[in-house]
């Protein structure tokens, strides 16, 4: 089958999507498929570096806002060209947002099958930008008419797709009761072709480093992490900050300002290797987030054997079981997120117990062995597409 996969971002840009739909490319090749990824770029180009093509256009034009109208304009007719080209057997969208409208609309003209996935909530993640606070969705929706007028850009965008995949129970919620979307909506949690992991138990005179990985965005909430790092009060720790984005030196400022930039590290962009190097080093991983469909880098950390301790939003509770393989915390319950991080801290056998459940936890996730379930997606997204003409 040929898979064309549109996805913002892709390696060697970082994140958690562009680890799954990289991940994602090389187990369809690998089991006798033909991904092709339609990704970002500095320029117009097409390599064929891992087995597969790669189509990158510009992100950047002029520098200025600009860009944004100049890539609503250049998108269409260079994806258009790539379908045209290619001839794939279904589309794959990895995400939610303007861009992937358009592919869902001329996929749709062209006559091919498509799906997307809902991973995160779009209209929130746009205005999560402008330092959103509330992490009610439906409140959002009714408070906002901003919200409302981007709600019905979004509905009006899914129904240009013939499925939709959903990584948790809770966005196929979303995509029910916030999207009323009718068409069918598979449920595949995020899943990772990771190497070989493992756990490692910490002692007493252990360092105890706390972790914490992602786009440094205002939605992710550094200030917090690293203000609750602080309150650990810990003299043998560390706290390492993964990612780059918008929020850094906001983050770095954060850090001097509380007097604990010697035992913050921010590392930067990591990619594979690297940054299981420090999950594996690691004695704890901690996120703060207001809004998650199903973090990729959940599977990530638990592969290498850390207890989570994650605010308890979109589909974190459905990988985090309180109190097995880490804790959850309500949103604004800081007091909860400090407790539960002086708890491990103190309480090393507990601490090595959950990195045991998070490892042995991990497996149901593999790529490996999840494959199956989005090679009959795809099936089942052609043949409904097909039955219905």
Same mark, same amino acid.
């Given at each position: 089958m040929k898979i064309l996969i549109y996805a913002p971002i892709?390696?060697?840009?970082v994140?958690?999507?562009?680890t799954q739909g990289y991940h994602l490319c090389r187990v369809l090749l690998r089991n006798g498929h033909n991904p092709i990824v339609v990704t970002i770029g500095e320029r117009f180009e097409k390599k064929s570096l891992d087995g597969y093509p790669v189509y990158r256009y510009p992100w950047k034009y002029t520098g200025t806002p600009l860009d944004k109208i100049i890539r609503l304009?250049?998108?269409?007719?260079?994806?258009?060209?790539?379908?045209?080209?290619?001839r794939p057997d279904i589309v794959h969208s990895n995400n939610v947002a303007t861009l992937s409208f358009i592919v869902g609309f001329i996929s749709n003209k062209m006559g091919i099958p498509s799906i997307t996935k809902y991973g995160g909530e779009w209209v929130w993640e746009t205005l999560s930008s402008f330092k959103l606070q509330n992490a009610n969705l439906d409140e959002l929706y009714k408070e906002s008419k901003i919200a409302r007028f981007l709600w019905k850009i979004e509905r009006k965008g899914l129904s240009y797709f013939d499925a939709i995949w959903a990584p948790s *129970?809770?966005? %196929? /919620?979303?995509?029910?009761?916030?999207?009323?979307?009718?068409?069918?909506?598979?449920?595949?949690?995020?899943?990772?072709?990771l190497p070989e992991g493992s756990y490692h138990e910490?002692?007493?005179?252990?360092?105890?480093?706390?972790?914490?990985?992602?786009?440094? *965005?205002?939605? %992710? /909430?550094?200030?917090?992490?690293?203000?609750?790092?602080k309150e650990l009060n810990e003299p043998n720790s560390k706290l390492v900050l993964i990612g780059e984005g918008q929020e850094s030196e906001l983050a770095k400022k954060t850090a001097r300002e509380l007097g604990v930039e010697n035992k913050v590290e921010f590392t930067g962009k990591l990619f594979g290797e690297p940054i299981y190097d420090e999950f594996k080093?690691?004695?704890v991983y901690v996120s703060a987030s207001l809004e998650e469909g199903f973090p990729n880098v959940f599977v990530e950390t638990m592969h290498f054997g850390l207890p989570i301790i994650s605010s308890n939003v979109g589909g974190c509770g459905e990988i985090v079981k309180d109190g097995v393989n880490g804790y959850?915390?309500?949103?604004f319950d800081e007091t909860t997120l400090i407790n539960k991080l002086k708890e491990l801290n103190s309480d090393r056998d507990l601490r090595n117990k959950m990195a045991k459940s998070s490892y042995e936890m991990s497996e149901k996730y593999?790529?490996?062995?999840?494959?199956?379930?989005?090679?009959?997606?795809y099936s089942k997204a052609r043949e409904n597409y097909f039955k219905n003409k």
């Open positions: 892709f390696p060697p840009i994140g958690g999507p562009a304009l250049v998108f269409p007719f260079y994806f258009w060209n790539i379908l045209r080209k290619e *129970l809770t966005r %196929k /919620r979303d995509v029910k009761e916030l999207v009323g979307y009718k068409k069918d909506v598979f449920v595949i949690f995020n899943s990772m072709d910490i002692s007493k005179n252990d360092p105890f480093i706390v972790v914490s990985a992602s786009r440094f *965005l205002p939605h %992710k /909430r550094l200030p917090l992490i690293i203000k609750v790092f080093k690691a004695s959850l915390f309500d949103v593999n790529l490996n062995v999840t494959i199956k379930q989005f090679i009959e997606m």
